[in-house]
């Protein structure tokens, strides 16, 4: 789960992005770079528009930043119709997908904004839904190609992690 990055100085305050590499805390106004954030090797830092975030990434688990609001509903109705058809014939191949997917989806539902962390299980299921959801109405894989794409890449990499 991302974590807001405090203001070094006043130790309350959130930062906030001024400029490209540059950052302002919302509070006592004192200035940081990029450099400054104490980032570990697991975490990424993830800029949103209201503020800085530092946010873990375990081995093999992807992040994905929407740019738009309507990004958490679009994956959220390929896994509500893959999981109201799944019965019959089965979309996920294992029973614990079922339960992935539920939660996943309640991920989204929480959190339209992003960015999220998904590990390759969630992203396993999640293209699965993509995948029935375009058979079954194939206008929607035309709503967000390059949000799709972007979710598909993840997976790709979530299957291949590199070694460090």
Same mark, same amino acid.
């Given at each position: 789960?991302?974590?807001?990055?405090?203001?070094? @100085?006043?130790?309350? #305050?959130?930062?906030?992005?001024?400029?490209? #590499?540059?950052? $302002?805390?919302?509070?006592?106004?004192?200035?940081?770079?990029?450099?400054?954030?104490?980032?570990? =090797?697991?975490? $990424?830092?993830?800029?949103?528009?209201?503020? =800085?975030? =530092?946010?873990? @990434?375990?081995?093999?688990?992807?992040?994905?930043?929407?740019?738009?609001?309507?990004?958490?509903?679009?994956?959220?109705?390929?896994?509500?119709?893959?999981?109201?058809?799944?019965?019959?014939?089965?979309?996920?191949?294992?029973?614990?997908?079922? #339960?992935?997917?539920?939660?996943?989806? &309640? @991920?989204?539902?929480?959190?339209? $904004?992003?960015?999220?962390?998904?590990?390759?299980?969630?992203? #396993? @299921?999640?293209?699965?839904?993509?995948?029935?959801?375009?058979?079954?109405?194939? &206008?929607? =894989?035309?709503?967000?190609?390059?949000?799709?794409?972007?979710?598909?890449?993840?997976?790709?990499? &979530?299957?291949?992690? $590199?070694?460090?």
């Amino acid at each position: 789960m991302p974590v807001p990055i405090l203001c070094h @100085v006043c130790r309350s #305050g959130r930062y906030q992005p001024e400029s490209p #590499g540059t950052y $302002r805390c919302r509070s006592c106004g004192s200035p940081a770079t990029e450099s400054t954030f104490p980032v570990e =090797s697991d975490e $990424r830092l993830v800029v949103p528009r209201e503020y =800085s975030r =530092s946010s873990p @990434v375990p081995h093999g688990h992807q992040v994905i930043t929407p740019d738009r609001r309507c990004y958490a509903p679009h994956p959220g109705a390929s896994l509500i119709l893959a999981l109201r058809v799944n019965r019959t014939p089965p979309v996920f191949r294992q029973a614990e997908d079922v #339960g992935t997917a539920e939660d996943l989806l &309640s @991920v989204l539902d929480a959190d339209e $904004r992003g960015p999220w962390v998904l590990s390759p299980a969630q992203l #396993g @299921v999640l293209t699965q839904a993509m995948d029935v959801r375009n058979a079954l109405l194939p &206008s929607a =894989s035309r709503q967000y190609p390059d949000f799709d794409a972007e979710i598909r890449a993840a997976r790709t990499r &979530s299957r291949h992690p $590199r070694a460090t």
